[in-house]
């Protein structure tokens, strides 16, 4: 071996504190072909070229697809009725979030604009835009 | 490479265990064994598939498995990978009996959950996602399943008795098998009267936790004399990954690594989608089933659900789907399925699969998923 050991342009801790505490959503875009990802990687996972560099992503964005789920893993127990959606973010890159309190399908229907809401509780919380919940 | 069988072949009634897998895992293998008319010294390579025993306080099954068969001094390993886990360890036998490795090799699969409540194996479930980009924002397996479905709804016109007749085809084969976690049959009013558990997949959407056992083994034809049963020849052994995380996919009405699998093995077998006369895919969700028909090109995108509605996938129709009952039914054992997807094939082909036959059992095709598609392996068996 020889070199640094490769290294990301953040930890995956790191985008967590981000939503947490720093209250943005820090993502990765690769140099080579663009794309925009808040995933984790030393590579692009489209191309592969090892160009990620840090990126903060956008804050509001349109829901590509979404649930609403009834039966939730244990950590999100007291949350339920709430929606689980994938954003696509307005500069690019899609995140997964979800939405407290969402409980109509009309709520997540492809294409309903959301924002990043800052929040003490696990994962990526949305809003949708102009509903202030 | 040397021409590679499946000669023998065993499961156990998924459900609930009540035993450990140790024990379940070895009892199955060893019914294979017998199955197969060899001695387990025959045995040059084992390879177990097991996701979740580690909640059972118990890691390296497969010397334990070993010890109990009599046979500590061969090799093993345990194979992960998530719901694939068990395609994944036969496609590791295939490749060590094709290549000469080893003349035979023990598959056995196991899972046992049963101990846990819905909400503890939910949570564990969601560790095969990508879990600090899905499952900590809320997802759960069926919620992500749920998001395909309805990408897949948002594309394609689909009415809830399309994915209805999934679940009910599904329950309506189980309750033929002996082997089967739910073995009554259900009706539509039955489905659609059933709980919401992630918009817009029902219960009887969903496959069950289930606890369970199946072993195959698989071993060089010039090695056999005259199979105590009859053969699977292995036409083809594939694996394909892709993106795990979904908000890294730019299609959500397919899974890419069933795809790349399909076309690896469709290559290696020289045949086409219309040579398969059965198959068993995986269906963790009915909105799974559609998917694999359609990514494994037996139906043109966005026609799978209706052609199951129209009877075409059920026992007597142009393709039967799960004979077994599939995941939805059958059950979904995750280290045991894709072994148990093999049994059924190896059953229905030398005749043990009473009242739940398929008309024809030339060639037919096993698929079998890992998470949300992160992994996939398919296989082709034929006939000597």
């Known amino acids: ?133 | 490479m040397r021409e590679t069988w499946v000669v023998g072949a065993a499961s156990n009634r998924y459900g609930k265990l009540a035993e450990t897998a140790r024990e379940a895992a070895t009892r199955v293998a060893l019914q294979a064994i017998e199955d197969a008319g060899i001695e387990p010294k025959a045995i040059g390579h084992t390879f177990v598939a097991n996701c979740f025993g580690l909640t059972e306080h118990q890691g390296h099954l497969g010397p334990l498995i070993n010890n109990g068969l009599g046979i500590p001094e061969v090799p093993s390993v345990t194979v992960e990978s998530a719901c694939s886990s068990s395609s994944a360890a036969l496609h590791e036998a295939f490749v060590h009996v094709a290549g000469g490795f080893a003349d035979a090799a023990l598959v056995v699969g196991v899972e046992r959950l049963g101990h846990l409540d819905t909400m503890s194996a939910t949570g564990y479930f969601a560790y095969a996602t990508d879990h600090p980009f899905e499952a900590r924002s809320g997802a759960t397996f069926p919620g992500l399943y749920a998001t395909l479905a309805n990408a897949y709804r948002t594309r394609y016109p689909t009415t809830p008795e399309m994915f209805g007749a999934v679940a009910v085809k599904n329950h309506a084969n189980a309750a033929r098998n002996p082997h089967a976690h739910f073995q009554k049959e259900i009706t539509m009013e039955t489905y659609l009267a059933s709980p919401i558990v992630a918009s817009p997949l029902r219960l009887y959407d969903c496959c069950p936790f289930s606890d369970g056992a199946a072993a195959v083994v698989v071993a060089a034809r010039e090695t056999i004399g005259t199979p105590r049963n009859e053969p699977l020849v292995v036409r083809a052994s594939a694996r394909a990954g892709a993106v795990t995380a979904l908000q890294d996919r730019s299609e959500l009405t397919s899974l890419p690594s069933t795809r790349r699998a399909a076309e690896l093995a469709f290559r290696q077998a020289k045949l086409e989608p219309k040579a398969i006369d059965f198959v068993e895919v995986h269906d963790c969700f009915t909105i799974a089933e559609v998917l694999a028909l359609e990514d494994l090109g037996f139906f043109p995108r966005g026609t799978a659900a209706r052609e199951g509605l129209e009877g075409t996938t059920a026992r007597d129709g142009r393709l039967p789907v799960n004979p077994s009952g599939g995941l939805k039914a059958k059950g979904h054992p995750v280290g045991a399925t894709g072994a148990g997807q093999v049994v059924e094939v190896f059953e229905q082909v030398n005749g043990r699969a009473g009242g739940r036959e398929v008309p024809r059992t030339g060639t037919a095709l096993t698929h079998n998923v890992g998470a949300t598609g992160g992994s996939c392996s398919v296989h082709i068996f034929g006939r000597r």
Not at chain 1, 2 to 27: C, K, W
Not at chain 1, 60 to 72: E, H, K, N, Q, R
């Open chain 1, 1 to 133: 071996m020889t070199g640094d050991a490769p290294m990301a342009a953040h930890s995956i801790a790191e985008f967590v504190q981000g939503y947490e505490n720093g209250r943005t959503l820090r993502g990765f875009r690769c140099r080579a072909c663009g794309t925009r990802t808040a995933t984790w990687g030393l590579a692009c996972s489209k191309c592969g070229a090892r160009e990620l560099e840090e990126a903060e992503l956008s804050e509001s964005g349109l829901i590509v697809a979404g649930t609403l789920v009834a039966v939730p893993s244990e950590e999100f127990v007291n949350e339920v009725p709430y929606a689980y959606v994938l954003v696509e973010l307005d500069g690019g890159g899609r995140v997964s979030g979800w939405i407290p309190g969402a409980s109509r399908e009309e709520e997540i229907a492809p294409g309903t604009r959301v924002r990043f809401r800052p929040s003490y509780k696990s994962g990526v919380q949305f809003e949708r835009e102009g509903t202030g919940g």
